[in-house]
């Protein structure tokens, strides 16, 4: 017999937006925090990467606000130590910040709804922040994905392709459309939640939502 | 009998430096919370006024970053909203902000160590950002200091000596010595912790120093 209230009730699975870059160290801390946070609430993540550089020369800025501004950057590496002792999370000052890391954006972008999207953003964001690796480098890359099983020569491939360099583009001009002007950013319908410090209130929201809905 | 362990074991009450600007919305939601956080710790808070304006200047900003950057001025409002929110903390967006409070910045250095301190921060906080108040004219912080009963016109005349203006410029400074380039930003011995966001933290800080001591 067909049940038909399951059948009318539209399932309704809260959703998060991440968007983040590679580059950015506090997205690090939301990439390794965010799919169990979301897992334990039944959030789902909706991996959005976007290139922060753009977006912040659209603002004036030529570069990281912690690199322009030198007491500022001075504390986020403390704050960063004391963040990872807290979550747990291994760190190693990269050797280059921000570091570029075009090539891996364009694989995130081509995975981010593939099954192996949050283990291989996990595994990049380890490479840049625990272990020093150049992960604008195509080996780094490679290696990311083969350590996942992965066909790396031909995702890298379809990741290099031009319709997937224009959506990783496009996927930046929607981020300063959207007002994001940092990373990580979180949306939850239209609300915006800015900074690892946010993911908390951000799946809360989606909690509140979801009781509302 | 003399309790001799107890006279030779120094009283060591661990102590928070709360470096605030009145002005600064982050810094309303650490005035509004500090007090009875670091009392449920037996932390003693060492409140530290100073002028967040002159620090902006020496780091290249003409005013606050959220006046600035139109985008992540609109967000603040918005985040503003929810932590207040979660805080139970009122909130009314300022029509002038940053709002200049020179002469209530000066009764609050020259009452840094009176027991009224926490009270007239909190007092001046809301007229700014509940009651939307000209925290900048006398006779608002008149008012504020006549509603805890203190003698305002003698507190505001010690407050405009020579003495206590040269003060604040000298604590200030030593703001920015400190490395200082934003508000609320708290001490715990010479560990820095910037934002309301990471007052928890800062105050878990205390009770590690204090287990170690």
Known sequence: MPDLMSA???TCVPEIEFWFDFGSNYSYLSVMRIEALAQARSVRVRWRPFLLGPVFRDLG???????LQQEKGAYVWKDMERQCRKYGIALTRPSTFPRAALLAMRVALLGAEEQWMPA?????????????RDIGSMDVVS?????????????????QSDANKLRLREQTAAAAAKGIF???????GDEMF?????????????????TRG
Do not use: K
């Open 8 to 10: 009318e009730t539209p």
């Open 61 to 67: 800025f030529d570069n990281s606000p912690f690199v």
């Open 120 to 132: 291989y953003c996990r595994r990049i964001m380890q490479l840049n922040f625990a272990d020093d």
């Open 143 to 159: 290696e990311a994905l083969e350590a996942l099983h992965l066909p790396g020569q031909q995702i890298i491939a379809d990741a």
């Open 182 to 188: 940092g990373a990580p950013t979180f949306f939850v």
């Open 194 to 210: 800015w900074g690892n410090d946010r993911l908390d209130d951000a799946l809360d929201f989606c909690d509140s939502i979801a």
